[in-house]
């Protein structure tokens, strides 16, 4: 009895080269016409977005193409008092977005432009007594909260100032049947989630914690035939857990047991070569 | 921003978009303006809710206007408002989010505005809860944040365990591929069913459960759901850490174990004496490897204790190097530590010819050969 397996499958014309240059000239152009409808909708997003932009504009070697000055105005008006960072202006600050304006400023190498000792305070008021972080203060608890925490004060180098113990066993209680982890204890394994324990579990030298080889089966097996990765057993593929799945597995020292080959001819058929820019799977914006 | 399938529209078709996109900024960004610069204000009333309650219809991950709404309500309660009043407030804001939530069903915001909704009324109705649950896990048997709010429900409507092990075996009826609904069963049953040690279930009930998942995995051999279940019901439990061996040479003591351990978990002790010792190891922190130096005494013992596992050093006069092995010293021989008992030894055989029968009709069952 053979079903239907969830797939994606790849259109005959998909794209079968690295596009880098539409890439490069697609991240360039998003956000210089302000009134751009998908842009705009999306202010709510904004320090997340940059980074991600930033980041992947770095790693193709054409960060100069960004503005940096006003980037950095852009950080400094979006840090409040407390020290913690809005998405955009207006907009309420966020474990989520400190994190984003930390890692833009460490790849500005601006570090010195924002108020460190404000970023230190705000994300230690934002962890529990039981080690798990809240994302502001109106106490949603959940990993990937945890995650922004380590990761935003070990790029300060300022880790030793959260209770990093009692974090890493938050996330121990996270753990689940198949090795994985999900958001908060009893919640059901998930590559995102999974991605923001081992990093959490890395920065804090818990490793160990990690059943490697059992861990590493689950994300392994998110490859599907048409070789894309999908996020938990039976969903469809999608291109972000291209990041989520590797990182993690690079992390526990197998990223070798996913077919390289299977996944870059997904990852380039995601390509849009009209516009430049990844969908999540073939064919789709 | 997923999902979205890229369709070629026509000159026309992208003209009328692009009008009633211009529209429909137009009116978010007035929106939102509005709304910004009343709370810097200090507005704190009816009209917010109103205008946050439209642009979160069709935009449920706006954080801010979440939050706002929050203050709002926070304001209104510090009113003397009788208990009724307030859960009929808060009835609003549980409509609210399901309206948000039939938009975007996986948007964070408006779940736990849900969550925060429940936590401040007075006397909350979770039957009525539990029933939205159902209805979205309808809609969406895999939807993660539906079923982590239904565990904080069931938690706080003190439901118990037993309830939900038998919700999970309706979805897992209607659906054999649940991982979900298997997901939760493993949190379930080691307390429905304990163990011997933490996390472990009874022995009795692992057998029934790979019955149960069995069935499932050989209806439908291409589905991971319940393989994964099955792997791990077949698999070993969690080790606690061992000592495998501690030797003494002249001044230096070594412990081996199992697993990495901080030194703050060793206990030293010299002829029955307690003895603080500064252990050092590669790492800072966690070593499965730690070296202490010490005075050792000319004759009598050395116990060294990590948890519930010790071993004892017996010296004697003249000899220099002493060794002892502990309980994990095995585990580096065996391939099992703990072999099965004889009607586990029984159920793991007849999975195996259960897998065998399988690949004979499914010889390509990736899954069936995994397990085999």
Redesign the interface.
């Known amino acids: 009895?053979?079903?239907g397996?969830k797939d994606a499958k790849i259109p005959e014309d998909s794209p079968t080269e690295l596009l880098l240059e539409k890439h490069v000239e697609f991240i360039k152009k998003y956000g210089e016409d302000p009134?751009d409808?998908e842009y705009?909708?999306?202010d709510?997003l904004r320090m997340n977005g940059l980074y991600w932009g930033c980041s992947a504009m770095h790693l193709m070697g054409h960060i100069d193409k960004m503005d940096k000055s006003s980037v950095i105005q852009f950080l400094k008006d979006c840090q409040v008092e407390n020290g913690g960072f809005r998405p955009v202006q207006?907009?309420?600050p966020?474990l989520l977005n400190t994190l984003s304006a930390v890692q833009i400023a460490v790849i500005f190498d601006c570090l010195d432009e924002i108020d460190e000792e404000g970023v230190v305070k705000y994300v230690k008021s934002l962890q529990t007594e039981e080690g798990s972080f809240m994302g502001?203060q109106?106490?949603?608890v959940?990993n990937r909260f945890t995650f922004c925490a380590v990761a935003c004060l070990s790029l300060l180098g300022r880790l030793s100032e959260l209770e990093v113990d009692k974090a890493a066993d938050f996330v121990k209680s996270c753990l689940?049947?198949?090795g994985g982890f999900?958001?908060?204890p009893?919640?059901?394994?998930?590559a995102g989630l999974i991605y923001t324990c081992v990093g959490t579990l890395a920065v804090t030298?818990?490793l160990?914690y990690v059943?490697a080889d059992r861990l590493g089966w689950?994300l392994a097996?998110r490859q599907l035939d048409s070789g894309g990765l999908n996020g938990?057993?039976?969903?469809l593929p999608?291109v972000?857990y291209s990041w989520w799945v590797l990182a993690s597995l690079k992390i526990l020292n197998r990223i070798h047991w996913i077919d390289k080959e299977k996944l870059k001819t997904f990852m380039l058929a995601c390509q849009?070569n009209e516009t430049g820019g990844f969908?999540?799977r073939p064919?789709?914006? | 921003m997923h999902g979205r399938v890229k369709v070629k529209t026509t000159e026309q078709q992208e003209k009328e978009r692009k009008i009633e996109r211009t529209a429909k900024l137009k009116a978010y960004r007035q929106a939102m303006s509005t709304i910004l610069s009343r709370r810097d204000e200090g507005h704190k009333d009816a009209t917010q809710l109103k205008a946050t309650a439209q642009v979160l219809q069709s935009n449920p991950d706006i954080t801010t206007l979440w939050n706002i709404r929050k203050e709002v309500l926070l304001d209104i309660f510090k009113s003397d408002e009788s208990a009724s009043e307030k859960d009929t407030i808060l009835a609003k804001e549980l409509e609210l989010t399901q309206s948000c939530l039939m938009v975007n069903p996986k948007s964070y915001g408006a779940w736990y505005h849900r969550t925060w909704s429940l936590q401040q009324m007075v006397n909350p109705n979770w039957n009525k809860e539990l029933a939205l649950c159902d209805r979205y896990l309808k809609l969406d048997e895999r939807n993660f944040h539906c079923w982590d709010y239904r565990k904080w429900v069931a938690s706080q409507a003190k439901v118990s365990c037993q309830n939900e092990l038998e919700f999970t075996m309706e979805k897992i009826g209607e659906n054999f591929s649940n991982y979900s609904a298997w997901h939760y069963r493993s949190k379930l049953l080691p307390i429905l069913y304990p163990g011997h040690s933490a996390q472990t279930i009874q022995e009795d009930k692992v057998h029934s459960e790979l019955d149960l998942v069995q069935n499932a995995a050989f209806t439908d051999p291409e589905d991971s759901s319940a393989w994964f279940y099955h792997t791990w019901l077949l698999g070993k439990e969690e080790e606690r850490v061992k000592i495998v061996f501690c030797a003494l040479q002249s001044d230096t003591l070594t412990l081996s174990l199992t697993k990495p351990v901080q030194n703050s978990q060793i206990v030293l002790k010299l002829n029955g004496e307690a003895k603080e010792s500064v252990w050092t190891g590669e790492d800072d922190r966690f070593n499965s490897l730690w070296v202490t130096q010490i005075s050792p005494p000319s004759d009598g013992k050395i116990e060294v204790s990590v948890e519930d596992q010790e071993v004892t050093l017996s010296l004697e006069k003249d000899k220099e190097e002493s060794l002892v092995k502990g309980d994990g010293w095995k585990s580096l021989t065996n391939r099992f530590v703990n072999p099965p008992n004889h009607k586990t030894e029984e159920v793991l055989k007849q999975a195996l010819e259960n897998c065998s029968q399988l690949l004979e009709l499914e010889p390509d069952s990736k899954w069936t050969l995994y397990t085999k």
Do not use: I, Q, T, V
């Not at chain 1, 938990?232 to 969903?235: G, I, S, T, V």
């Open positions: 009895m053979a079903l397996r009134d409808y705009a909708m999306s709510f207006g907009h309420d966020h502001d109106w106490g949603e959940d689940n049947f198949d999900g958001s908060r009893g919640a059901e394994s998930h030298g818990h160990h059943d689950w097996e938990r057993p039976e969903k999608d972000c849009d969908a999540d064919g789709n914006m």
